[in-house]
């Protein structure tokens, strides 16, 4: 199966390095989607069809928390996993993350190694609970 | 405590630099020819400690940076034209390894900025930045790249 995967940072070099990273990762992907607020994501959630989010926290306009709120309190789009790529490191924070829905969480600076394995985690977790 | 703050500051941008662009951080030797254009970074966070990260770089170096990481050549139009934004991200990451740092306990949450930029195309933009307190200059794969830490309790 080839996943639709949706990249949201407002950083256009780290947008390029997460789909260079998972290009690398061997998984395999139908569409890349990126947008660079958590505003612009919500519209693509909107019209596209997306079966993973990798998303930033600290963006302007609207940040990933904000974001991830929404797809939580919409019907569909609260079933994709969503995969945290941040600086963030408090504790206090990630939790309150996993407790909105976030399936993975990847700290930056990341490796590849990093972003793969969150992936390949969080998408075969995902497919065990629909079996 | 000064030294303390300052080797906190050099050892996050260390790391920062290394994992995202594997480019190494050092003490310069000698020192190096100022950029005569630059672009200066900031982002500032909030929490049990206050304070803004900021740090200066050529432009050069920021086409370095940008080309390392992500992964392209330095002549490729990309290098160029996301160049401030990868700088912006190599603040952000520096911010995220610091603040971990200088937390008391993992559970402490920080709120911070979307970082900012400004550009300066003579070098009386470095002079005045370096000529601050807490200023360190590091020799970054043969650029000059100078970072500050000022704190708040």
């Not at chain 1, 990933?64 to 019907?75: L, R, S």
């Not at chain 2, 906190?8 to 480019?23: D, H, R």
């Amino acid at each position: 199966m080839a996943y639709n995967i949706l990249i949201v940072d407002d950083s256009g070099a780290m947008r390029s390095v997460i789909k260079r990273t998972v290009e690398m990762s061997g998984i395999e992907v139908g569409q890349y989607y990126q947008a660079d607020s958590g505003k612009t994501a919500l519209e693509t959630l909107e019209k596209e069809w997306i079966d993973l989010v990798l998303t930033d926290i600290n963006m302007p306009e609207m940040n990933g928390i904000e974001m991830i709120e929404h797809m939580a309190a919409n019907g569909l789009l609260s079933s994709i996993p969503v995969i945290v790529v941040s600086t963030e490191a408090s504790k206090t924070r990630i939790k309150q993350l996993k407790e909105k829905g976030v399936k993975g969480y990847v700290h930056k600076p990341f490796t590849p190694e990093q972003i793969s394995n969150e992936i390949t985690k969080v998408i075969g977790v995902c497919h065990a609970g629909n079996d | 405590m000064l030294e303390t703050t300052e080797n906190l500051i050099v050892e996050s941008l260390s790391e920062a630099l290394e994992t995202m662009a594997f480019m190494t951080a050092m003490p310069p030797e000698e020192e190096a020819p100022k950029p005569t254009q630059s672009v200066l970074v900031n982002i500032e966070f909030n929490g049990p400690t206050s304070g803004k990260v900021e740090l200066l770089g050529g432009t050069d170096f920021l086409k370095a940076l940008t080309a390392n990481v992500m992964g392209i050549d330095e002549d490729d139009k990309e290098a160029q034209s996301k160049s401030i934004d990868a700088f912006k991200e190599l603040v952000n990451t520096t911010c995220g390894v610091l603040l971990p740092r200088m937390a008391s306990s993992p559970a402490e949450v920080f709120d911070v900025t979307v970082p900012q930029a400004r550009e300066f195309d003579n070098t009386q933009g470095w002079d005045t930045f370096v000529a601050q307190e807490n200023v360190t200059i590091l020799d970054v794969d043969d650029y000059p790249v100078a970072v500050r830490l000022s704190t708040t309790e």
